[in-house]
């Protein structure tokens, strides 16, 4: 079955804590992505990946890291969490191309105290 | 640059009554047009997309969408709602020649009332 997974779904940490999502897709898509929802913003992209190694910022990309050291996971990387990344966090993929839809994920919720 | 409105952030409606959910889009180039509904709990899935052609797109579930250039909006309807379609639902664009980036709306939340 084709499929974005998330791991963890559900996360509640304190503020400094390290933390990794994972995000992996076996659909063999090259572009990657991770978004944040919070109500009345709707979906604001973090970071995107066009291909293995390649990387950029989305629109809120500050607190965040993420890699693609292979074609099929994008973790993404909380160095030191803060409140204000208490959020619902989304990982999407894409085959090539602008027209393709996006799959997601189930989606993490963090709480970070 | 793009951008994306969602005017109505909540659309209350009865079970079998009509219902349009507004999408209006600014963007200085063409664009790729999408709506995705995101059930509770779950992920987002894409419903329709407008790439080109016809202006009149139809979707899953009974759900369809006319692209009109000119109002450069993108609205999506139903002729009768369901229970089941209480939901919310996101309204995105892209650039068919820049990046893969999508911008999505502010979302608007369906729901459906007995």
């Known amino acids: 079955e084709a499929q974005v997974t998330q791991n963890p779904r559900y996360l509640i940490t304190v503020t400094g804590k390290k933390l990794t999502v994972t995000c992996s897709q076996n659909m063999n898509h090259e572009y990657m992505s991770w978004y944040r929802q919070d109500p009345g913003l709707g979906l604001r992209q973090i970071y995107y990946s066009m291909n293995v190694e390649v990387t950029d910022k989305g629109d809120v990309p500050e607190g965040y890291k993420v890699s693609r050291k292979e074609k099929r996971n994008f973790p993404l990387i909380l160095e030191s969490p803060s409140p204000n990344q208490t959020s619902l966090y989304f990982c999407a993929s894409q085959d090539r191309g602008a027209g393709y839809e996006q799959y997601f994920g189930p989606g993490t919720r963090l709480t970070v105290t | 640059a793009q951008s994306v409105t969602q005017l109505d952030s909540q659309v209350p409606v009865f079970e079998e009554a009509p219902v349009e959910l507004r999408c209006n889009y600014s963007?200085?180039?063409?664009?790729?047009l999408f709506w995705y509904v995101q059930y509770p709990n779950q992920g987002l899935q894409l419903l329709l997309k407008?790439?080109?052609?016809?202006?009149l797109v139809k979707g899953i579930n009974g759900f369809e969408a006319e692209f009109n250039k000119s109002q450069t909006s993108f609205h999506l309807r139903k002729p009768s709602v369901h229970i089941s379609d209480t939901a919310e639902y996101f309204c995105?664009?892209?650039?068919?020649?820049?990046?893969?980036?999508?911008?999505f709306g502010t979302g608007t939340r369906l729901k459906v009332l007995a």
């Open positions: 407008y790439l080109s052609g016809s202006t």
């Open positions: 995105a664009v892209s650039n068919p020649s820049g990046t893969y980036k999508y911008i």
């Open positions: 963007s200085s180039v063409s664009v790729y």
